[in-house]
């Protein structure tokens, strides 16, 4: 098991009050370790993309203490919490995100301090496979495309931690599997990946396994019997 | 469910709603406040004029015994008579140095309407000859009620006890005199009533009269020249000996035209009386100025109201097509499931219908502050201390049309973008559709740097909300801009008007008993004079064909070195007098019909026109001296004069008991001004109006841009963006829309004014337009505080952005 880097204890989030009162998180504690492939498995409401929001630093806590490299996220100001975003995570999202506004090499290169490398910003478009699609605007490619585009861009920061929300939840197998073995390999070059969803055929991907219900953690264990991405049909 | 989704609709959309109130009420206000405050004024001068009776023609005659017009009444066409005195007298001071004082006389019956312009009132004394006094003249020499003066000329004076104080400019209401300028301290006014005015005519008049009489010769040619000159020699010294006047004021029946009364009552009056001086057109300066205010304010009635319906049509069609375009998938979904196009526009009329009745009940109540204050203002400034305050019902209803019409128009415009909506609207997400540019353009957007070409794509892909900012802008900046340099052009009308005044300190007026060579020699000798040069002035019948005016004329010294500062608006400078011709005022070209080069005949006499003087409320002609001597055997001397040490100046008149020094004070100019202090308020009425709309669209224009961009604007704060980033790209946005809007205004404000100040001009007020730069950059300035304020509002909002909600869903 790698370094950890990132080590969450006692997170609470609820929403509404009295007899309202939902947990999405409830005292859930959790360690991210270096270079390792974590899915973060559950059904819809289970709290998983919370969680993943919260050690995303897009959302907060009312209590508990997310600590990365010795600083507490959940304590931190909102400028730290901006640096956190754009110096040390990527972050993937299940409906892309993208800037419609911007082609794919624009997008590719929004992020701050990304800006002046466009030549690694090709290179990485090159990797995933739309180095012809570089003036191409979001809404002329297909969702597996625009997906490849986001992690592209979360690429583009020089992170070694990407945190994914459910990113092939909105495309059809065959992206999403094309999709799945692009992360596969950063896995294996060194990034660490962190991958919410609900399918638990892609579960079978990871090195260790959080399973989410009612807002808790119900099962914590590394994954014996990896399997790779093109293996995996849902 | 169209109904439920209507107060939903008005909910969601409660910011763009709220500006198109706004500024919907502001039209609304502008319009009910201008036009009640607008009609009282009129009918309150209409009663005025009812009550009063402008006269179709006026005489003035020598003073004249009451049994020699006894009968004029009666005379074919003649309505109505009223005769006044006017005449000046020496006011003796404690000092002993004498005062003019310039009394007329009103009429006991009208004793009521005077009444009201009275302040402080005593008890009147039986026994001698009761008087109103001036407020500026009880002022300036320690007069109150219940204390008596001295009135008098020559060696005969007779005291007179004041049992009133009248507010002058508060007269004018009920005694239209030619002056409307405020009191001098060495020229006051008094008002007499007639049955007081019999007594002073025992104790004063008579003896004068007697004089008078001695001299004119029971046959013969009457010369008032040497008859003149005759009493001047009796009381020893220069008086004021031709300045009283009997005037006989006529009003015509209806039927009956001004010329042919005049040529009937003329004919009853020759040999009776003689007339000196006979006005057919009623050009008195009171009926002109609020003429000329009737004017000015049915120019800013039309077109305030206009400007604010033009800017409120264009802002609620650009929200209404923002509103659609927001809520296509909500219009797709009614679609499919049966809702018509028409009911998805019918609710969205019901909808402003809503909101323009809010506007319309707020902008009543506002219209009605406004009025209130307006009247307040008219009341001081125009001597009406009877307007009543009122709305006026047609135009407030016409107001409300408007506004509803508006908003239905407003509608009809947006429509298109209803019925282009279909049903699998429903189904699409609005993130895919981006606007095509036009190829060049893209490609310019793609070279710019980041936040530049975020700032450029987030303006051409809602180019619609970038219009209203840029109206917004636009018509703040404007209104700004027109307001100052409207200040900038008033100030200059009363300096050009007041210049000639103003440019000497002091103007000595005596007869012609004095040698006048020797005199001026004298004067220029003693040490406290700086300057001093001679004048005359007269007044002089002129025609041109069948037309005819009486203009007041003044003698100078001819060329550049003249103390007379005769204004030439057109050129922005001055004109000189020449040897042979005369400088006209335009309002009298403008009435014989004659321009530079034509002749125009005093008596039997013609006088080329060299140059024509626009100026503003007072008009004056001017010839040399010499011309003046050669036209008119009737005129007074009079001396302009700079100083330096005016009480030496007062003293060396009162030593040589030469008459009346005028000293020029800046109480004209401060008059004037506050004459335009009402159409002043109205301006920046308005302009904070504008300043308020534009902070609101602005404002609102940004949040909902927030909302529109709430999902790009969380990915790049997810990716690593800082709110102060994100305020860098709508900084550039604002600016490119400040820049644009801000380029427009100042020459959109510069032609609107010229427009304006057209409509405003008449032949009596001529406004220059001088584009000073610094309200350019004033109004510029404002205007960035504005955007400033209503950016960083937004700015505060995406700081509390929860990013994880905002970038959880599709849309």
Known sequence: ??????????????????????????????????????????????????????????????????????????KAKARDLTKYRRDSVGFVYQFFNLLNDLTVLQNVMIAPGARKHKDRALQILGRVGLGDKLDKFPAQLSGGQQQRVAIARALNKECDLLLCDEPTGALDAASGKAVLQLLEELHGEGKTIVLVTHTKEIAQMATRVIAMKDAKIIRNEENPSRRKAKDIDW | MIRSYLFSMLKRFKGPFFSMAFISMLAIAMMVGLFGALGNLESSYDAFKSDYGSPSVSYYMDLSKDEAITGVAEVEGVAKVETRLRFDAYLRRGDGRPLIARIFTFEDEREGIVKPCFG????????????????????????SVGHDIELGFGET???????????????????????????????????????????????????????????????????????????????????????????????????????????????????????????????????????????????????????????????????????????????????????????VLGLLSVCTLAVMGISALFGIGLGSVIMAVLVNIFRASYFMPGITFGLDPLATLIAILIAAGISQIAVLIAAHNIFSITPKDAMISNEAKRRKLPKPMEKGIDRMP?????????????????????????????MIIIAGLFGVSIDATIRQTTQTRLNYDAQVYCTKAEEDDAF???????????????????????THGEKKTTIEVVGVDVGSQSLQYIPDFGANGRLYVEEEGMILPAYSAEVLGVGVGDLITFGTRQIKVTAISTQHMHFVGYLSMAKVKELSPRYVSTY???????????????????????????????DMKERHDPINFVVWVITGFSLAMALATLTITAQDQLIDQKKPLSILRCVGYGTKDISNIWSIQRAFEFLIAGAIACPAAYLTLKLILKGAASEEANYPIIADYRWFLLGLFFVLIVLGVAHLLSMRKISKWNLADNTRSRE
């Open chain 1, 1 to 74: 098991m790698g370094k950890t880097i990132i080590k969450a204890t006692g997170l609470v989030k609820s929403y509404g009050e009295g007899e309202g009162k939902t947990y999405a998180l409830d005292g859930v504690d959790v360690e991210v370790h270096a270079n390792e492939f974590l899915v973060i498995l559950g059904e819809s409401g289970s709290g998983k993309s919370t969680l993943l929001n919260v050690l995303g630093g897009m959302d907060d806590v009312e209590e508990g203490e997310i600590l990365f490299e010795g600083k507490d996220l959940a």
């Open chain 2, 640 to 670: 302009f004069v700079n100083v330096s040490d005016e009480a030496s100046l007062m003293s060396y008149v009162s030593m040589h008991k030469i008459g009346s020094v005028v000293v020029n004070t800046s109480s004209y100019r401060a």
């Open chain 2, 450 to 478: 980041l936040y530049l070409r975020m700032a450029a794509n987030a303006t051409f892909q809602n180019p619609r909300r970038s219009i209203v900012s840029c109206l917004a802008i636009l018509a703040s900046t404007t």
């Open chain 2, 120 to 143: 402080d009132m005593a008890a009147k004394n039986e026994d001698m000859v009761n008087v109103a006094v001036s407020t500026a003249l009880a002022k300036s020499n320690g007069i």
């Open chain 2, 520 to 542: 001026l020699k004298d004067l220029q000798a003693q040490p406290c004079v700086t300057k001093a040069e001679q004048g005359y002035f007269t007044w002089l019948e002129a």
């Open chain 2, 157 to 343: 004076y007779a005291k007179f006890h004041v049992y009133a104080i009248y507010d002058h400019a508060t007269a004018i209401y009920i005694r239209p005199s030619p002056f409307i300028a405020s009191d001098n301290r060495d020229f006051g006014h008094i008002m007499i009533a007639r049955s007081e005015a019999k007594k002073a005519e025992e104790r004063i008049i008579k003896p004068y009269m007697e004089t008078h009489d001695s001299f004119v010769p029971p046959e013969g040619t009457y010369d008032p020249t040497a008859v003149l000159e005759a009493m001047a020699d009796v009381y020893g010294n220069p008086e004021r000996v031709d300045h009283y006047f009997t005037e006989l004021l006529i009003q015509k029946k209806n039927g009956y035209g001004e010329e042919e009364v005049n040529e009937r009552v003329s004919a009853f009056l020759k040999g009776k009386v003689n007339v000196l001086e006979t006005i057919t057109e009623s050009h008195s300066l009171y009926e002109q100025f609020i003429a000329h205010v009737d004017r000015q304010f049915h120019t800013a009635g039309l077109f305030l109201p206009i400007f604010f319906f033009a800017v409120s049509l264009a802002i609620i069609a650009l929200f209404l097509i923002q509103i659609i375009k927001l809520m296509t998938r909500d219009i797709g979904t009614m679609l499919s499931i049966g809702v018509s196009h028409g009911q």
